[in-house]
């Protein structure tokens, strides 16, 4: 890790930076009986980017490709484990969540998403809130009314940005807590209509990662400087009191939505080099799972990951019905042997 950089950080304000990709359909059409799709969060400190984005650029010249968008399916297990080894190199942290279709009915996935839809209003009085409790409504109606893909994938979108708010605070306090200041979002557009998608994600996302922050309660550790990071709690909302019984006026709660919508991008991955480094490593985890890249190219993933919760990759049972345990899947020994190479958050 370039150690130059870590003492400038200390010293000024800087940015969280969180590139999201995913990789697969979301979808299993041909009912095959293991379809795996993932979603990965690539966190990079502001102070490190810069050298990274270097350190990737020598990497493709390397393989004679300076100009040209690297896709994670198109490279081979050396160059695979060259960005891996790169990436262990700087303070990075990698969050994954992966869901197999092959495990899932559709009409389970539609009971799921009207159930998390109908949790939107849970806490919303009307009579108090009419404007919150009407924009609720509509919002709940856009939700039951995506394809399940697209809400299999939202789902996991929401997992990976919750947990990584989470380990990242965790991890950074102790380490280069000025990075907390601000947390920049960078989203890969695809060839989306990025007005749509935007304000999709603006809406059904970031009402979901508001949610997650009320039923997964924020770990904060007493050592940890959360200095930088103080500015995105605010008092609880009288709407939450009367509904969460373990708030009380005292407490502040963390606005997860400003956290979110703070600083949103959607990019081009031609031109980002954090996207095309979390669609290689997104890639990475899906290839390693369905057996098409060998071990000596995904080896060190794990590495790049922290043990938090009892957990390292999130396994997502959305929608299954069958009762197979992650023990009896046939890549169960991939995420053990991922989960055992990951790093403790704590010093």
């Known amino acids: 890790m370039p150690t130059g950089s870590v003492g400038v950080s200390l010293c000024i304000a800087s940015t969280m930076n969180i590139y999201i990709d995913e990789s697969g359909t979301f979808a299993n059409p041909q009912n095959r009986k293991h379809t795996i799709s993932t979603v990965a969060a690539l966190v990079v400190p502001e102070t490190q980017l810069v050298a990274l984005e270097a350190g990737f650029q020598d990497l493709k010249e390397s393989w004679g490709t300076p100009e040209q968008e ?107 807590p000025n990075e907390l200041e601000n947390f920049n979002w960078i989203v890969d557009a695809k060839d989306r209509d990025r007005i749509a998608y935007e304000e999709y994600w603006l809406t059904v996302i970031a009402a979901f990662t508001q949610t997650m922050s009320i039923q997964d309660p924020f770990i904060m550790l007493d050592e940890g400087d959360y200095s930088a990071f103080k500015k ?73 990951m922290l043990y938090f919760k009892n957990t390292t990759v999130q396994f997502i049972g959305i929608g299954r019905s069958k009762k197979e345990q992650v023990q009896e899947l046939p890549y169960h020994h991939k995420l053990n042997h991922i989960h055992k190479s990951a790093r403790s958050p704590f010093l």
Do not use: M
Request: glycine share 4%; hydrophobic share 40%.
């Open 70 to 176: 690297v896709k994670g399916s198109k490279l081979d297990e050396d160059q695979v484990s060259a960005v891996i080894k790169l990436l262990t190199s700087f303070d990075v942290i990698l969050e994954l969540a992966v869901v197999d279709l092959g495990l899932s009915v559709d009409d389970n996935i539609t009971a799921h998403k009207h159930i998390q839809a109908d949790k939107l209003s849970e806490h919303i009085d009307p009579q108090r809130s009419p404007i919150l409790a009407e924009n609720t409504r509509l919002l709940q109606e856009k939700l039951k009314g995506i394809s399940n893909p697209l809400y299999v994938q939202s789902w996991l979108v929401v997992q990976v940005i919750w947990r990584a708010v989470q380990t990242s605070t965790i991890y950074f306090c102790q380490r280069i």
């Open 232 to 304: 995105y709690y605010r008092p609880v909302p009288d709407y939450l009191l009367e509904h969460v019984p373990d708030l009380d006026t005292q407490q502040s709660h963390l606005d997860a939505t400003r956290i979110f919508k703070e600083s949103l991008t959607f990019v081009d991955s031609r031109d980002n080099c954090g996207i095309q480094l979390a669609d290689i490593l997104a890639t990475t985890f899906r290839r390693a799972l369905v057996n098409n890249l060998q071990e000596r190219g995904w080896s060190r993933l794990g590495e790049l």
